[in-house]
């Protein structure tokens, strides 16, 4: 059976795999995929060759990437959007590359070579994963005579040279002047046709990404609950059926609640409640951005911003985590970008003060005794400040 996969470019690749044959081809229109495919399967059953550039045993790293492709399709795990673009990369760049030629040099002037093209070590590094990926699979699934321990000595190499590596972690919060004039702007700019007045606040509010904002329908609204579910929620290890609940909070300066309905009303008719295409709202927000001179901002940095805030309104973090959607601390610290001096606002609250003394009966009795010492302190200082003022009164 012949299997269809639509390229970023617009094209159609199709591979057949029958009988020990495996043919990859590609086409313009799908039409024309289709009839080729048909060819092919009846060529290979009446015994005869088929005819196509491609019709040849795996030979090249193209072939490597195509079975790849295949074989998620057959069980349901197509690549999404960043590892899709990342084969296509790699296709163009080392898809002719026989086989037998891809060793430690190839890989290492690979890396060397994107590398001067801007990519940075954390993209370099995915794209190194990747290239073990195809190769682990084709020796894996396909018993094909391909080693990884190439790719591997690549890595360590390019590490090395400090081409590869780990992502920077951003500490960038936008201040609360840039998200007013961000919403200010959008919210009087005629022109702007996806409201980022409304999207930003309540990225800040949810926590919630770009596609998340833009794919969640009214289907997934809990009105009683006020409760929102996120579907296939990003997470590095499985992202499909992770669905899950986010509460729709008043807490971090804006009200998710009342966004949502008011979005509601003026999306009315559309089964989404924010009818846009992902990529079109962060195209907007870096625009806004570059006219407002608002530096190095992204539209992720919001998702910081809303988890810091919850941290600062007094959240736990297991409460935390109910918003945000992530899976342990190690992953949480890294957006909880929270400023020193606000610890001491939380630790004047309240709340704090009773759950502290309940947790720590004896620090309580010394603390009420500090502050009643403290107390006196200020009583006798105003007395002297008192006395030295009707002294030099005198």
């Given amino acids: 059976m012949a299997t269809f996969l639509q390229l970023p470019s617009g094209n159609w690749r199709v591979q057949v795999r029958r009988k020990g044959h495996y043919l990859s081809e590609t086409f313009r229109r799908r039409k024309d995929a289709d009839s080729w495919a048909l060819d092919a399967e009846r060529r290979i059953d009446r015994g005869e060759k088929p005819t196509s550039r491609t019709c040849v045993d795996p030979t090249t790293f193209e072939h490597l990437i195509d079975l790849h492709l295949t074989d998620m399709h057959e069980v349901g ?180 609640w009342r966004i949502l309905q008011t979005q509601a009303r003026l999306s009315k008719g559309t089964d989404r409640v924010f009818p846009y295409n992902p990529r079109s709202v962060g195209t907007a927000f870096r625009r806004i951005c570059k006219k407002l001179k608002i530096k190095d901002l992204h539209f992720h940095d919001l998702r910081h911003e809303a988890t810091s805030r919850l941290f600062e309104a007094g959240f736990s973090i297991e409460q935390v985590v109910l918003v945000t959607g992530h899976k342990d601390w190690k992953m949480l610290k890294r957006y909880a970008n929270l400023h020193p001096e606000n610890l001491h606002s939380i630790t004047r609250s309240k709340s704090f003060r009773e759950r502290n003394e309940k947790k720590f009966p004896g620090a309580a009795i010394a603390t009420k005794r500090n502050r009643n010492a403290s107390k006196r302190d200020r009583q006798g200082q105003r007395f002297e400040d008192v006395s030295t003022t009707l002294s030099d009164a005198a």
């Fill in 77 to 256: 795990k197509s690549p999404r959007r960043t590892k899709r673009f990342s084969l296509e990369l790699l296709r163009e760049k080392l898809g002719k590359v026989q086989i037998r030629d891809l060793g430690r040099e190839r890989f290492i002037q690979f890396g060397r070579n994107r590398a001067k093209e801007g990519a940075g070590p954390a993209t370099l590094s995915m794209d190194i994963g990747y290239i073990r990926t195809i190769l682990s699979h084709a020796a894996a699934v396909h018993g094909i005579d391909v080693s990884t321990e190439s790719i591997a000595l690549a890595r360590i190499a390019l590490k090395r040279l400090g081409l590869v590596g780990k992502s920077r972690e951003r500490d960038r919060r936008p201040t609360p002047d840039e998200i007013s004039r961000i919403i200010e702007y959008a919210a009087n700019n005629p022109r702007q046709t996806i409201p980022i007045d409304r999207i930003v606040p309540f990225a800040i509010a949810t926590a919630m990404r770009e596609d998340e904002i833009c794919r969640f329908t009214r289907e997934d609204v809990n009105q009683a609950t006020r409760t929102l579910l996120v579907r296939d929620r990003k997470d590095p290890r499985e992202k499909e059926g992770n669905n899950q609940k986010v509460p729709l909070l008043d807490a971090t300066g804006f009200d998710a």
